[in-house]
C-alpha cells in the first residue's frame, strides 16, 4: 500500500506539490481569518508554514532544499524552482497599468528608489554587522530587506548559497509580516490618508503582501494606490539588486 | 485563445532571460558555477510585457480569454512563492537568525520614517491628490 503511495507521489511530483500547496492556502487562509482576524494576510501565513516545512524537511534529510529532498515531496522543488517562480513573477507585471502608474508622478518614482536603496543599505549593514565580508552575500541579505522576491532573484542571479538565500527570504517575510503588523498602528505618523501618500508608503515599504495587508487593515480605499506603486517595486528590485546594487557592494568590498 | 496569452507571456520571459545573460556577459559577472550571470532578467522581461501589453490593446489584438492565459500565472505568483519557501535551507538560515531580524526591523523603521517625513513635507501639495479622492 505505502509503496502505491510513494510511486503515485513521485510519478506526479508537480501535480502533488499544486495540491500540498492548495492546501497550505486553505490552512493559512482560516488561521488568518479564525487567529489574526485577517491582521495577518493569509500569504504571509501560508509562507511561514512553508519556512516551517522547509525546516522539517531539512531537519529529516539533512539536505539543503528543504521540503524537496524529501523523496515524496520532491515536486515542490520543480514548482518553487527558478523558473516556475520567474514566469509567474513576470506575469505579474501585466496587471500594472502604465496611466496609473503615471498619475503617481515623480514623489511615487522617488519613493520607489528609496524604497530599494534604504532597505538595500540596512540590510547590507547589518549582514556586514554579523560577519559577512563577501560581496554576493551581503548583496543577496541587503536585496532580501527590499522584499522576499528580490532577495531569492538577486541571490540566484549572482550565485548565492543556499543558507545565504534562506536567510534573505527570511528577512524579506520578517519584513512583510512587521510591515502588516506596523501600518495600522503608524498610520498617524506616516500621515496614511490620500491617495498620494498611500502611493508613497507603497514604493517605499515595498513588499506587496505587506502594503496590500497593511493598508487594507487602515484604510480599504488607499490599497490599490499603494499596491500600484508596490508592484513596480518588485521589477526594480529584481534589476538593480543583481546589478547596479551587486557592483556598489563590490566595490566597496572586493573580496 | 487561453495559450495566446501564456505563450505571449512565455516569449517575454524567455527574452528578459537572454537579455539578463547578455547584460550579464557584457558586464563580465560569472556564478559560482563559472557561467554567465543573468543580470536583471526577470525586470526586462516585466517591461517587456508591460510595454507589449501597451502595444497590443491599442491595436485590441488581445482578447480576454488570451488574457486569461496570462492573469492564471499572475495569480499563482504566492502558491509558488509559498513552494520556494519550501525548498529553502531553513535549518542552516536559522543559525544565524538575528541577521534577518535585525535587517527587516532596521529597514522597516528607516523606511517609515521616511515615509512621514516625505508625505508631512508633501502636505500642502496634497489638495489634487484629495480631490481625486473625493470622485
Known amino acids: 500500500m505505502r509503496e502505491i503511495f510513494v510511486k503515485a507521489a513521485r510519478e ?4 502533488l506539490a499544486f495540491a500540498l500547496v492548495g492546501l497550505v492556502a486553505l490552512l493559512s487562509n482560516f488561521l488568518s481569518r479564525k487567529l489574526t482576524f485577517g491582521r495577518v494576510q493569509g500569504s504571509a501565513i501560508a509562507i511561514l508554514i512553508g519556512l516551517a516545512l522547509a525546516w522539517a524537511g531539512g531537519k529529516i534529510t539533512g539536505g539543503s532544499k528543504g521540503l524537496a529532498d524529501v523523496a515524496f515531496f520532491s515536486g515542490v522543488g520543480l514548482m518553487g524552482g527558478n523558473m516556475l517562480r520567474d514566469f509567474a513573477i513576470v506575469a505579474t507585471a501585466f496587471e500594472v497599468q502604465p ?5 503617481a508622478g515623480l514623489i511615487g518614482a522617488v519613493a520607489l528608489l528609496l524604497g530599494t536603496v534604504l532597505p538595500f543599505f540596512v540590510g547590507v549593514c547589518v549582514a556586514r554587522a554579523f560577519g559577512y565580508t563577501d560581496a554576493v552575500s551581503l548583496t543577496t541579505i541587503g536585496a532580501g530587506a527590499v522584499t522576499y522576491i528580490v532577495g531569492p532573484v538577486t541571490g540566484a542571479a549572482i550565485g548565492a548559497k543556499s543558507d545565504v538565500m534562506a536567510l534573505s527570504i527570511a528577512t524579506g517575510v520578517f519584513k512583510a509580516i512587521l510591515v502588516m503588523i506596523a501600518t495600522p498602528a503608524a498610520a498617524k505618523f506616516m500621515r496614511l490618508k490620500t491617495p498620494r501618500s498611500a502611493m508613497v508608503f507603497g514604493g517605499l515599504a515595498g513588499t506587496v503582501s505587506g502594503v496590500s495587508a497593511g493598508l487594507a487593515a487602515t ?37 | ?85 519550501m525548498t529553502q535551507n531553513v535549518v542552516a538560515a536559522l543559525r544565524s537568525g538575528k541577521i534577518a ?15 512621514s517625513l516625505i508625505n508631512r513635507a508633501e502636505r500642502t501639495g496634497d489638495d489634487d491628490a484629495a480631490g481625486e479622492k473625493s470622485d
Open chain 1, 12 to 15: 506526479n511530483g508537480l501535480v
Open chain 1, 99 to 103: 496611466q496609473e502608474a503615471k498619475r
Open chain 1, 219 to 255: 484604510d480599504r480605499k488607499l490599497v490599490p494606490y499603494g499596491a500600484l506603486v508596490a508592484t513596480f517595486h518588485t521589477g526594480l528590485g529584481c534589476l538593480l539588486g543583481p546589478s547596479v546594487l551587486f557592483f556598489a557592494v563590490k566595490a566597496i568590498f572586493p573580496n
Open chain 2, 1 to 85: 485563445m487561453f495559450i495566446y496569452g501564456t505563450a505571449l507571456l512565455a516569449l517575454c520571459h524567455l527574452l528578459g532571460a537572454v537579455l539578463g545573460d547578455m547584460l550579464g556577459a557584457a558586464l563580465g559577472v560569472r556564478t559560482d558555477k563559472g557561467e554567465f550571470a543573468n543580470v536583471g532578467g526577470v525586470g526586462f522581461a516585466m517591461l517587456l510585457l508591460i510595454t507589449l501589453r501597451v502595444w497590443l490593446h491599442r491595436r485590441r489584438l488581445l482578447c480576454a480569454t488570451s488574457e486569461g492565459g496570462l492573469h492564471y500565472w499572475g495569480a499563482l505568483y504566492i502558491p509558488v512563492v509559498v513552494a520556494m519557501a
Open chain 2, 101 to 115: 531580524v535585525f535587517a527587516a526591523a532596521g529597514s522597516v523603521v528607516v523606511c517609515g520614517i521616511f515615509v
